[in-house]
């Protein structure tokens, strides 16, 4: 993994990648039923989080149609693992180390979930993207769907 071999370029340009990895593909695309078209998918490796062990090598995935969810996909070993995690009432916040930048996910108010995501250092820039778009999503009004007004107008007593 490029710990050592790599400075953090926190100041240059980041664009985060489309395209998951090719053993990763057939895992999101198992978890993927309504066919949703990723937003971005940055590799990572997971860290303590519930439902999802850690030290697992994977990716961090965001789909455009939803944008308050967040799924991790991985393999361990043989075996597939992928877990959504729903960001309402979450906060995110980027923690840099020596060795990697952690991003970590976890409950506004109160004990709760707590899921951690670490990256190389040399990536500080795209988790700090990763961050800030994850605020601002969460910051965003949800989208309320509105009823029909022919369903209202039809419900009265005849």
Not at 53 to 64: E, Q, R, S
Not at 79 to 99: C, N, W
Request: hydrophobic share 40%.
């Amino acid at each position: 993994w490029r710990k050592l071999n790599e400075p953090a370029f926190f100041h240059r340009e980041a664009t985060l990648p489309l395209n998951l990895p090719a053993k990763l593909a057939p895992v999101f695309t198992k978890q993927n039923l309504l066919g949703e078209t990723i937003a971005w998918a940055v590799p990572c490796v997971s860290g303590r989080g519930r439902r999802i062990a850690p030290n697992i090598f994977g990716a961090l995935v965001a789909t455009n149609e939803e944008p308050r969810k967040l799924t991790f996909v991985g393999r361990k070993g043989s075996k597939p693992v992928a877990q959504t995690i729903e960001l309402d009432g979450m906060t995110i916040a980027r923690e840099p180390k020596f060795l990697s930048e952690n991003l970590v996910i976890f409950q506004a108010e109160g004990r709760g979930q707590k899921y951690s995501f670490i990256f190389p250092r040399s990536r500080a820039a795209e988790v700090e993207r990763i961050g800030n778009y994850l605020r601002r999503i969460l910051r965003s009004p949800v989208a309320t769907e509105t009823p029909l007004q022919g369903a209202t107008a039809t419900s009265g007593v005849t």
